[in-house]
C-alpha cells in the first residue's frame, strides 16, 4: 500500500498524478458514488471517505435514486466517474448496472467512466470500466484509478491537438 496515510498524501506517483490532473482539468478528478439499493446505504461513508482520501472530489447522490437521476446527476457535477457501489445482486430496488449504461448512453454522457465497488466477480464486472473489492478496498484503488482516469484524459487531450 505505500506510505499513504489517511487524509495524508503521502505517495508521490499520487499527488504527481493529481497534480498532472489539475493541470490538465484545473481541479481534482471527480466521482458520484451511488448505491445499487437500500442494502449498500451501510457503505457509503467508508467508500466515500477513501475516495476523498484518495484525491477524488466526491458527490453522493441521494439515497433511492433511479438511474436516470444518477445519470443527470453525474453530468450535473461534472463527473469523470461514476461508483456505483453493489454487493447484493438479490434486493428488491436494485438499480442495474445496464440501466445506469442506458441512461448515461441516452445522454452522451458515455464519457463517463462507470465502475462498481462490490465483489470481484460481480456479473456486470464485463460491462463497466473498473471493479474494486469492497473487502480490500485500498488507498492503492484510488491510485490505480487516478492512474486510469489520467490515462483517458490524456487520450481525450492528444485527440484534439
Partial sequence: MGNFK???????????????????????PRLLLATASSEEETHHKHVATLFADGGFDVDVAPRQSD???IALQAIDCDADMLVLIRTSLSASDRISVADLISALDALDAEYIKLGIVGHA????????????????????????????ILAVEEGRVAQHI
Fill in 121 to 148: 466477480d460481480d456479473p456486470a464486472a464485463g460491462n463497466v470500466d473498473f471493479v474494486c473489492d469492497l473487502d480490500h478496498l485500498k488507498t492503492t484503488d484510488c491510485e490505480a484509478l487516478i492512474d486510469y
Fill in 6 to 28: 489517511r487524509g495524508n498524501m503521502t505517495s508521490p506517483q499520487l499527488a504527481s498524478n493529481l497534480a498532472k490532473f489539475a493541470e490538465m482539468e484545473g481541479r481534482h
Fill in 67 to 69: 438511474a436516470q437521476s
